[in-house]
């Protein structure tokens, strides 16, 4: 044989880190451990190093279980993972051991980690951000605490026969069927006059009885913590609180009770979705197009499709309970997913506050008035039987300013931010910088003159107190707690979502500025629109007792009868219906790509060579014509929009059929993974579903 024969043949074996790509062969590991293989999933962000690792377990932790926490070695790093299975064999011919044990608790179950996989393939992420909003990070005190726990005292359920059901179109059917022991799926369009916590207690009641567990999010803790102690108090069983403000120690501590099946029922905010509750038969979401539920992290996803994700894999009955319209759960209940649960009419009509449009007064002098003389009808008429509600879209005194002159918005001098008044009397300052500008002079046409574009809370109560005079004013902003008044007479003055509860109700309500909640490039600025409205008629008494809700604003006819009728179910279906013919989310899938404009070439060069190797014809326009802007395909249906500049990124859309979402979301996740592991594309976000 001679010296160079041999030289250039490839080993039988590879090692995992390298870079060539080999056949395997499968060995088995000679070890006194039974199963000494395990198969670990890292906690690294790289979309390349997505997928298992073997290493081998020391006799000293013979006994750890899958879905533990472990140390082990990548590289030349020292990272966390988890151990997802564990083998007799390897395709390796060397393995490393498991440097530690963080915890000998299998934290991650099978159902979580299945969770993990779906939403990682659905938002084109790595598993492992999923994971890791999935388990906390352990607090060994919290767990020695936990396991010296005595156990519960058997609960004693309280039954309940769903007569509130009966109010809505379907829902003596759908109680009928929960009842039965399936689990079908509803949106519940609510009524004015009904809260989530009288409908949930005969379904959780339902799902206890059959020993099956639940899950619902709402959007904020104060909100979960009421929910929590009235639900535990209808259903008579302890139910578990999952919050984000809570103490690592305190979260840590419920999540092992939840996990270990101490308690069944879990209440929470946007973390709560991923809580391992033993053999789930119910998740529900209160309010869902509230911001709160929007995940700021990779995966970005939002808390309803991870419930509904859950439903799917568990058999359970996924619930939304709204007062305003949602076009994704319209998306599910028009791909057979769920239906709608609305209220009869008979039962919501006289239940509901008059509600009406400043703009149908046609007596009045001027129509575009801030205040019309309907606003001080209403109030006028509201104060004589009770407290009454004014909401404003800002807090605030006048959060912005635009030139008198040119009406362009007043812009700082030092960073372009844009100029505010925060109190009265006192001189602009500058919303970004706090930059006070004492000689204003505009940017664009030189003028010193500035106007008001948008009143304040503060401001509007101060206006207000000059109109009615001696009458009691509170003013509730951004940021407060949310207050508990009683009925008497008081005007209350609010931004949405944070106006105090009054026992009874308010007596009249008046939304001003509404034409500024639908003066938004945002996709969902009429959703967001009917939603802030049909809110706050939540809190106006009915109309059988003069409950009044007046709203100001350039707002069209249809969503003033959207709110006149209820019919939140049927203005949903129209809007889908209008989206599906542009091609707009959820009836089409939107993928951003957002980074350095050479990242986003380099990725699209990939995605197109990736998709050729799956057998897509990638012949088309040039990568770089792609860049002209409009619409086209980057390859077979599948289309890139843009790119448009953004802060000194660059950011671009990929648009695809929902009916080919896990096709072509393989083929963008593929891609980001090539491009990782050739160091191309860097900076580059991808967000699937992003807030358009």
Known sequence: ?????????????????????????????????????????????????????????????????????VVVDIGSRRVDGFVVERAQSTNYHKLRPIRRVVSRIGVLTPEVLELCRHVARRQASPVSSAIRLAVPQRHARAEKEFLELPP?????????????WDRYIGGSQFTAEFRAGQRPSGIVNLRARDRAHHLLPFLLAAVRQADQGAIVVVPTPAMARTLAATLSERVGEHVALMVSEDDHA????????????????????????????KDLGLVAIVDDHHSAFAEPRSPYIHAREVLAVRASQSGASFMAFNYGPSAELGQMVAQGRARWITPAVSEHRDGVAQILSANDFRTEGVDLARMPSSVFQVTSAGLDRGPVLFIVPRAGYIPLLACQNCREIAECPQCAGTLAIPQPDSPPVCTRCSFVVRNFRCLNCGGARIRAVRIGSQRTAQEIGRAFKGESIHVAGVGEARSTLDGSRRIVVSTPGVAPIVDGGYAAGIVLDAGYMLRSSRLESEVQFLRTIAHTAAHIRARSVGGTLLVVGDVSNELISALHTWDMAGWTDNLLRERSEIGLPPTSVWVELKGPEHSLRDYLGMLRSVAHERGYDAEGVPVDALFAGGAQDVIPGMAVLGPNPAGGEMVAYLRYSEAERAEKTDVVYAAHRAASAHRLSPGLRIVVDPQL
């Open 1 to 69: 044989m001679s010296e160079s024969e041999g030289l250039f043949d490839l080993p039988d074996y590879g090692y995992q880190e390298e870079l060539l790509s080999l056949s395997p062969v499968a060995r088995d590991i000679d070890s006194d451990v039974a199963l000494p293989v395990a198969r670990v999933l890292p906690d690294m962000p790289q979309p390349h190093m997505d997928r298992l690792f073997d290493y081998e377990i020391p006799a000293k932790m013979a006994d750890v279980e899958v879905g533990a926490r």
């Open 152 to 164: 519960l005292a058997p609960a004693a359920l309280i039954s309940h026969d769903g007569a509130e």
């Open 250 to 277: 305190t979260r840590y501590q419920t999540f092992l009770g939840v996990l270990a099946g101490r308690t069944r029922i879990v209440v929470g905010t946007r973390s709560a979705v991923w809580a391992p509750v």
